[in-house]
């Protein structure tokens, strides 16, 4: 009939059920129990597919063992229909359900006792990251795939240890595999270089983006041991970053050096991870990045859509959709009409969705199916929207405290450090805006001569703060 998987997050519990499936030469499809899904639409579920179901939440657990049940009792008693819920049906001999579940995690809910004892209980432990690393590096023809591999898990291993504990930090399994497509991409691309030299660089590449202004050196250094005597330059798309400038100023911003690495970095994150995460404090900048690189594709008349909504300014219910309990109408929610409409989009241009508010698991559990490699969106209608290639999602947060280690490694992430931007590109766009020139150049001299004091006496424990804000909204409140 199935079993139920238990493990922590990148353990495979997920892919090995669909190996599983493979090798059987069975469909397999995955489906999210949101806090939406109920018994009635699980019925109708088992009705219509055999599924494996990823598990969250079991809305009505007496009900649902007792469908298990009756399916289990039919197999077992090798009957061609059975009494299902009140209905006859058919019964396939190759039906299987399986659950898969992080227990201890926010947001999530044990399987009850009832339902548990249906299901042979499978336990996931940490898998073998060097092999798996190794023979992705082997299949993707690196010679030295041993000694690589080694280096790769040696490096996460100690950016593990000695990095500080930042909550969007990742070096699990999924994390080793988003490198390694990008070294398998880079090695195409060039196949003359050094093997060596393909995975620094992806290694490097891929996770700057997401390291914190003090802990950059240390990561550096890291590489340098493990690559010694090996000087691997940054390779710069000129062209691709003038057109980032002229979208920037197209868009009244400065086209600083620090805001087009940031821009170059989240489209090259785009390219490897679905998920993307902005993080980083308010008046960063992390809004201006991403329109900044729509304003890009619009200038290169592609047509770029991006829709922001904040998924906390509304109900679970309003966002995914529910199921009237008296008349089971569906109801459609905000998310699933815009992903539908977007998948709906038959034109090539990149598409958006951007969730501005900071992550809560009571709705981030919901987009699993989605942030990771089914991307899917498995609605408790049974309706599955999926997301094609030409879709993203972005999430522009401050923090990802709240968020599970299942959430975060399903997501790149992009930290926005205070000092890479600072408050000078805003003062420098506000006086541009000012009418009279002489009044322009006593304006600077004036923010450079006084504001730097200013900021840093407000740092000081001079002053109570009744709410305590980042540097970029005292200087904007200044400015305006």
Request: proline share 4%.
């Amino acid at each position: 009939m199935g079993d139920a998987s238990t493990g922590p997050a990148g353990t495979g519990k997920i892919e090995t059920t669909k190996d599983l499936g493979r090798a059987l030469d069975v469909m397999v499809y995955v489906y999210n129990c949101s806090e939406q899904m109920d018994y009635q639409s699980l019925e109708i579920f088992i009705k219509d597919y055999h599924q494996q179901m990823h598990e969250d939440v079991l809305m009505n657990s007496i009900v649902v063992s007792v469908q298990v049940k009756t399916i289990q009792d039919a197999i077992r008693d090798r009957k061609q229909r059975f009494n299902f819920m009140g209905t006859e049906i058919s019964l396939n001999q190759n039906v299987g359900l399986f659950i898969t579940m992080n227990p201890g995690y926010a947001g999530r809910t044990e399987l009850p006792g009832n339902l548990k004892a249906l299901f042979r209980p499978c336990a996931m432990v940490v898998p073998d990251i060097e092999m798996i690393c190794e023979i992705m590096l082997v299949t993707s023809d690196f010679k030295d795939g041993k000694l690589l591999s080694c280096k790769f898990i040696t490096l996460y291993n100690l950016c593990k240890e000695l990095l500080s504990k930042q909550h969007h930090y990742d070096w699990s399994l999924r994390a080793v595999k988003s490198v390694l497509v990008v070294a398998s991409a880079l090695r195409r691309a060039d196949p003359n270089r050094s093997e060596r030299e393909f995975l620094m660089r992806a290694l490097r590449n891929f996770n700057i983006p997401k390291i914190v202004h003090n802990n950059l050196p240390i990561f550096m250094g890291f590489l340098g041991d493990l690559f010694p005597a090996l000087d691997v330059p940054c390779k710069h798309d000129l062209k691709f970053e003038e057109e980032v400038k002229r979208a920037a100023l197209d868009l009244k911003l400065q086209s600083k050096d620090a805001f087009i690495l940031k821009v170059v970095q989240l489209k090259e994150l785009f390219e490897v991870r679905n998920p993307v995460f902005i993080v980083g404090n308010a008046g960063t900048g992390k809004s201006q990045i991403w329109k900044t690189l729509n304003r890009m594709y619009i200038n290169h008349k592609r047509r770029s859509v991006a829709i922001d909504l904040d998924p906390k300014a509304v109900t679970n219910n309003e966002l995914f959709g529910f199921i009237n309990p008296a008349t089971r109408e569906w109801k459609d929610g905000l998310f699933s009409t815009i992903m539908r409409d977007l998948a709906n989009m038959t034109h090539d241009g990149p598409k958006r969705i951007v969730l501005d508010g900071d992550i809560d698991p009571m709705w981030i559990e919901s987009l699993n199916t989605v942030m990771d490699d089914n991307k899917v969106l498995t609605l408790a209608s049974n309706e599955r929207i999926p997301l094609n290639s030409t879709m993203r999602l972005l999430c522009e947060i401050s923090h990802l405290r709240t968020a599970t280690s299942a959430i975060v490694s399903r997501a790149g992430s992009l930290y926005i450090n205070p000092q890479d931007l600072g408050w000078k590109p805003q003062v420098a766009t506000w006086i541009e805006s000012r009418p009279i020139q002489s009044e322009r150049a006593n304006l600077q001299i004036l923010f450079d001569k006084y504001l730097p004091t200013c900021i840093e006496m407000l740092k000081s424990n001079h002053f109570k703060k009744t709410t305590p804000l980042v540097d970029g909204c005292h200087v904007w409140m200044l400015c305006h």
